[in-house]
């Protein structure tokens, strides 16, 4: 089936990004070889956003930010702010630095205005976060938007600041075809 179809697996059986990347596990010695790797990457990140919650999942990546570090939005919008992008031309110099990953995207909504809509709006606050990192010279092919809507709140919609946190893209990072391939053949 492969690590695509794994992480495809996991993905809806967790329903976001730690799901998707524990359904893309490697194992063994080839996901030693890749947790190293990504371990760089990590540190990389956590260097160049302090505040971001940078989590180890499995063989892959999760960065969660907060309020400063995040990338947020304003209401019914999917324009990138300002602080957004700052903080994804930081997080790209990363990503071109490990270019052997591949990057989801994965965008969310308060709960405030129709399911429908909501559904509709993360995915485009997804895409626009694909199409700004993709300005910066991430390529196209590294990366997968997917909008959740109003599903997975991390904070709480009852209040502004808790909807105003919610309105966010949060980003999983695996290994792509070419790191499985080249951590395969490394011999211990």
Do not use: C, W
């Not at 505040?51 to 309020?67: N, P, S």
């Amino acid at each position: 089936m492969g690590v695509a179809g794994g992480a495809l697996i996991g993905g809806l059986i967790g329903g976001n990004i730690k799901g998707a990347l524990i359904g893309a596990a490697i194992g063994g010695t080839a996901g030693a070889v890749i947790g190293k790797k990504m371990d760089k990457q990590a540190q990389k990140i956590e260097e160049v956003l302090p505040g971001a919650e940078v989590e180890r999942v499995g063989e892959g990546i999760q960065v969660i930010f907060d309020d400063k570090s995040g990338v947020t939005f304003a209401l019914n919008s999917a324009n990138l702010t300002t602080a957004s992008k700052q903080n994804l031309d930081k997080i790209a110099e990363v990503f071109l630095e490990f270019p052997d990953t591949k990057l989801m995207l994965e965008g969310h909504t308060d709960s405030s205005g129709d399911e429908n809509y909501n559904m509709n709006l993360s995915t485009n606050r997804a895409k626009a976060v694909s199409s700004y990192l993709q300005s910066k010279g991430i390529a196209a092919s590294r990366m997968t938007e997917k909008g959740y809507g109003e599903t997975a709140p991390r904070f709480d919609n009852a209040t502004k600041e808790g909807q105003a946190k919610n309105r966010r893209v949060e980003i999983g990072i695996a290994a792509n075809e070419q790191m499985i391939e080249e951590a395969r053949a490394t011999k211990n």
